[in-house]
């Protein structure tokens, strides 16, 4: 079983974050164009316990995939989890949070993930899956900002 968590500082309000989040067809914008990250399922106006999305995404290696997530565990304004019922990995829990700073929000991503296949999927997981996990996280940081931050009041 392996972890990954990452934190992304945003300038905007508890509320514009979460009004972000909530809408299951932003995952889109803060997905890496290479991924070719494709909603396949009809998806409400926004998330609730039990909400089931279905989508397709690139993955170096293995190919197009579909992947399936339940949306649970939603603490209105605060945080949700995406569980994986069908996908790419042997397990999947990512925990969502949104957290108020001083100077914004802090979104918290943690991954419980694990793969599949034994020692080769342990090996695979060295040479390019937590990469590639890293990438997307990465991807996230630098794009949330640019999507959410409110610019500064003008210093009187």
Request: charged share 25%.
């Amino acid at each position: 079983m392996y972890t990954l968590k990452r934190s992304t500082a945003i300038q905007c309000s508890m509320e514009k974050a979460w009004d972000f989040i909530q809408h299951p067809e932003n995952l889109n914008q803060i997905t890496p164009d290479d991924m070719d990250f494709e909603i396949c399922s009809p998806i409400p106006n926004k998330m609730y316990d039990g909400l089931i999305v279905e989508y397709r995404i690139q993955l170096p290696v293995i190919g197009r995939r579909t992947w399936v997530s339940e949306l649970k565990h939603i603490q209105e304004g605060h945080s949700f989890v995406d569980e994986q019922r069908e996908g790419p990995y042997k397990f999947w829990y990512h925990h969502h949070v949104i957290e108020p700073t001083p100077t914004g929000v802090k979104m918290t991503d943690v991954i419980h993930y694990d793969v599949p296949f034994g020692l080769i999927g342990q090996l695979a997981h060295i040479l390019f899956i937590r990469k590639m996990l890293e990438k997307i996280f990465e991807y996230r940081n630098e794009v949330l900002p640019q999507l959410l931050n409110e610019p500064k009041p003008p210093v009187a």
